[in-house]
């Protein structure tokens, strides 16, 4: 515990004359007789005279308050035989301590305990410090989990470890939304602190992988920053060390998926029929292909380019389609003009595309074909307007989706009706 004025006077035996500020903490001792000693003053000081030169006391005192003096010790029995009664009106009215030092305790005496005292704060900072950083690197044997409750802990408050989003994947507490303060910080080596209401946040960047964010009900002391450092940089090894697994198990997948291109069975591809997709980066199982993430599934998020349904024996297959449809820019590979000449199934592939049309519909599009699309010969087979044909052709695009004036579209639509 740091000593305060307070608790020096009961251990030195020094009587207060003015109680303004017993609490606080002293963090040195400073013996002088100058008038003004604040230019060799840092603050926290307990200063202590004989009281020689003083000067005026009520500008005195103002001094060392204004330079952070906790305590004014005022050394009896020799210049004065007891402490002014100016010098504590003035102090009380500056808010400084006044304590009487009896000439039986020696300067030195004080000096000595306020040594002793900052020395044992400063081991039992250490030694807290050093409890801390086992503790998390023991923590750290065990999960990025495990360190966030261990730190929450240490620092009596809440601790989190956010994605690179600012999304929240280990909480040990109640923390409030962060993604706009991680936004703001971006991926440099940085940090923030702020206080909400009665509580004291910390975030710290962890490089490219995320952030961590402590809360607090008092401010971080050293102690409590050394702690943070430690868990910062145990998080930042420990994804760095996820990152390192990440690539084998996607070189591992790649290998599958190559295997698979063979036509050789692997374990983890989705059972029944799915989807050959290519997609930025994807799952449920996904491998990095010749530049691209190809993703083996029913459905995903985001952009991406599809091939038809596929199975375990068919994968080659669908990633020919996948790369069809993004050359086509398409979604999925049914919509790739033409698609339907290279279906397994020509019949039941030709019946889905033809269901939308009825029969006059499908024998109007099938004498228009056969007339290579032009209008007069194939109203003339029909015995109908050109016009009318038009017409006919126009309902056949809407019911259909597609457009006759794709090559493509029309190759398919043959091939449909004539299988």
């Known amino acids: 515990m740091p000593l305060t004025l307070a608790r020096l006077a009961r251990e030195v035996g020094l009587t207060v004359h003015v109680d303004t500020g017993l609490d606080r903490p002293v963090s040195w001792v400073h013996s002088t007789e100058l008038a003004d000693p ?149 991926r440099g080596p940085a940090g923030s602190a702020w206080r909400a209401g009665e509580r004291h946040l910390a975030l710290q960047v962890l490089g490219r992988h995320g952030y961590l ?7 971080l002391d050293a102690v409590d920053r050394t702690a943070v450092n430690t868990a910062a940089s145990l998080l930042t090894l420990a994804l760095a060390g996820s990152d390192a697994v990440d690539v084998v198990r996607r070189e591992l997948r790649t290998a599958q998926f190559r295997l698979l291109l063979a036509g050789v069975p692997v374990a983890g591809v989705p059972a029944g029929e799915f989807r050959v997709f290519l997609v930025p980066r994807g799952e449920p199982f996904w491998a990095e292909h010749e530049g691209d993430f190809v993703v083996l599934g029913d459905r995903v998020d985001g952009p991406f380019h599809a091939s038809s349904p596929v199975d375990a024996e068919s994968v080659a297959r669908g990633y ?13 590979f ?72 794709s090559p493509g579209v029309r190759a398919e639509l043959w091939f449909a009706l004539t299988a």
């Open 320 to 332: 020919r389609e996948a790369l069809r449809a993004r050359e086509e820019r398409v979604a999925f």
């Open 38 to 186: 604040t230019p060799f003053l840092e603050g926290g000081e307990l200063l202590l005279t004989t009281g020689i030169a003083l000067g005026p006391y009520r500008a005195y005192a103002r001094r060392l308050a204004d330079a952070g003096v906790v305590g004014l010790g005022f050394g009896s029995g020799l210049s004065h035989a007891s402490v002014p009664g100016e010098l504590v009106e003035a102090a009380r009215s500056a808010g400084l301590a006044v304590l009487e030092v009896p000439r039986a305790v020696p300067f030195i005496a004080i000096t000595k305990a306020v040594s002793r005292a900052v020395a044992a704060d400063e081991y039992a900072a250490l030694t807290r410090t050093s409890e801390a950083q086992r503790a998390l690197t023991r923590a750290a044997l065990t999960s990025p989990a495990a360190v966030v409750r261990r730190l929450a802990g240490l620092l009596g408050g809440s601790a989190a470890l956010l994605d690179a989003n600012g999304e929240f994947v280990h909480v040990s507490g109640d923390l409030p939304e962060l993604r706009a303060e991680a936004a703001r910080l971006g």
């Open 334 to 405: 049914e919509d790739v003009p033409g698609s339907g000449l290279l279906a397994p199934d020509a019949a039941a592939h030709a019946e889905t595309l033809l269901a939308p049309l009825d029969e006059r519909l499908r024998e109007s599009l099938r004498v228009w074909l056969a007339c290579h699309g032009q209008w007069d010969p194939a109203a003339a087979r029909l015995g109908v307007h050109r016009h009318t044909m038009r017409n006919r052709m126009r309902r056949v695009e809407e019911l259909l989706g597609r457009s006759l004036d």
């Open 213 to 219: 964010a402590v809360a607090t009900p008092e401010p």
